[in-house]
Every structure is written in structure tokens, then in C-alpha cells.
T-cell receptor, first 115, second 113 residues
Framework: EAQVTQNPRYLITVTGKKLTVTCSQN?????MSWYRQDPGLGLRQIYY???????DKGDVPEGYKVSRKEKRNFPLILESPSPNQTSLYFC??????????????FGPGTRLTVT | SQQGEEDPQALSIQEGENATMNCSYK?????LQWYRQNSGRGLVHLIL?????REKHSGRLRVTLDTSKKSSSLLITASRAADTASYFC?????????????FGSGTRLLVRP
């Protein structure tokens, strides 16, 4: 089954404790992206990657890091989480060619609480 | 700043009625997409319309795009209870990558059985 998986789905942590949220897709997509969703603000893009070893900042990259060492994986790293990073996080992917490029497939989400 | 703004923020209709949601955006675009999100879950792509298209259909969905007014509408015909969800428009910026999407804050649709 074609899918984007994220782990963990739920995470409660404390300020300053480094964490990684993993994202993996099995569709051989070149493009991957991370978003955060907050009430009243919609989805905001954190980082995106057009292919392996190619990453770029979205609209709200501060406090986050990403890496793209393999095509299928795109982990989101919070080196020193703070309470304002409490949010619902989504990973997404898509092809960069063909008739269905630009159409993004989303993971199920990771609900992060930083206390 | 947000590119897309949906209107209304919330919509409640009876099953079988049509639902119309609107999206306005600020800058020129290459494409506009609509996504659906069931409560707390991942978004699902519904339809993409290119800037040179005016109307597009997919099953019970009809999307229109008016680039002169920088607006789009999503019409769901003969709505069902299963259509209850939040609906988001997503735009790219013509000068940016078409993969760099900006989402609006969404319309919450409730379809009453």
C-alpha cells in the first residue's frame, strides 16, 4: 500500500530534550516536506526537500533541522524543543515529474507536546 | 503571510445539499489545489487546477478558478455525511517552486444526516 508513515504518532517531552520525528514514504517520491498545523493558522511549511541531499527552508524553519540522506526518509529534528513547538506535525511527499506531480501525499500526523 | 484564505470558516448543511467553499489568495500562482482533512488526520489531495484552467471536475467535486479575482471555489454536490471534514486550498507562488505550498486556514464542513 502506498503510504507515508510517521513515528511516533504522539510524543510528550520536556523543554530542551532533543527529539527526532521520522518520516518514510514507499512511493519513490523525490519531493518531501514537513508542515506544522496550529489552530487558526492552518498548515505552515517547515522544510522541504526536492531530492536526496537537497533541502530548503519553508516558512517557519526556526528551531528545526532536517536531513535527506536517503530518498525514502526525511526525519525532522528538534535539537532543543520549546513549548511553542507544541503542534501537530505532518510529513508529505510527491513526485516531481509526470501528470500527478505537485499532488502531495500526507502522513497521519505526529502530535507533539513540549512541557 | 497566508496565501490562501477560505470562506466560510464553517459550514453546516443537510445531507443531499450542495456545499460551496471559497478560497482567495494574494499573489500569482502556477497551480491551486484542494485538500480534505478528517479530524486530526492527514490531508488527502482532492483536485489540482492549473492557472490556465477555469474549471475542473472530479466525481462530485467541481473547482473553478478566477485568476483575475485571485479566487477559487470548491463545490461538492449531493453531499454525504462522509464529506464531513475540513477543506483547505493550497497555492504555490508563481515565482517560487510549485512544490512550496501555502495552505489557508480551512473551511470546516458538517453534513448532517
Amino acid at each position: 500500500e502506498a503510504q507515508v508513515t510517521q513515528n511516533p504518532r504522539y510524543l510528550i517531552t520536556v523543554t530542551g530534550k532533543k527529539l527526532t520525528v521520522t518520516c518514510s514514504q514507499n512511493m519513490n517520491h523525490e519531493y518531501m516536506s514537513w508542515y506544522r498545523q496550529d489552530p487558526g493558522l492552518g498548515l505552515r511549511q517547515i522544510y522541504y526537500s526536492m531530492n536526496v541531499e537537497v533541502t530548503d527552508k519553508g516558512d517557519v524553519p526556526e528551531g528545526y533541522k532536517v536531513s535527506r540522506k536517503e530518498k525514502r526518509n526525511f526525519p525532522l529534528i528538534l535539537e532543543s524543543p520549546s513549548p511553542n513547538q507544541t503542534s501537530l506535525y505532518f510529513c508529505a511527499s510527491s513526485h516531481t515529474g509526470g501528470t500527478r506531480r505537485y499532488e502531495q501525499y500526507f502522513g497521519p500526523g505526529t502530535r507533539l507536546t513540549v512541557t | 503571510s497566508q496565501q490562501g484564505e477560505e470562506d466560510p470558516q464553517a459550514l453546516s448543511i443537510q445531507e443531499g445539499e450542495n456545499a460551496t467553499m471559497n478560497c482567495s489568495y494574494k499573489t500569482s500562482i502556477n497551480n491551486l489545489q484542494w485538500y480534505r482533512q478528517n479530524s486530526g488526520r492527514g490531508l488527502v489531495h482532492l483536485i489540482l487546477i492549473r492557472s490556465n484552467e477555469r474549471e475542473k471536475h472530479s466525481g462530485r467535486l467541481r473547482v473553478t478558478l478566477d485568476t483575475s479575482k485571485k479566487s477559487s471555489s470548491l463545490l461538492i454536490t449531493a453531499s454525504r455525511a462522509a464529506d464531513t471534514a475540513s477543506y483547505f486550498c493550497a497555492t504555490d507562488g508563481r515565482m517560487d517552486s510549485s512544490y512550496k505550498l501555502i495552505f489557508g486556514s480551512g473551511t470546516r464542513l458538517l453534513v448532517r444526516p
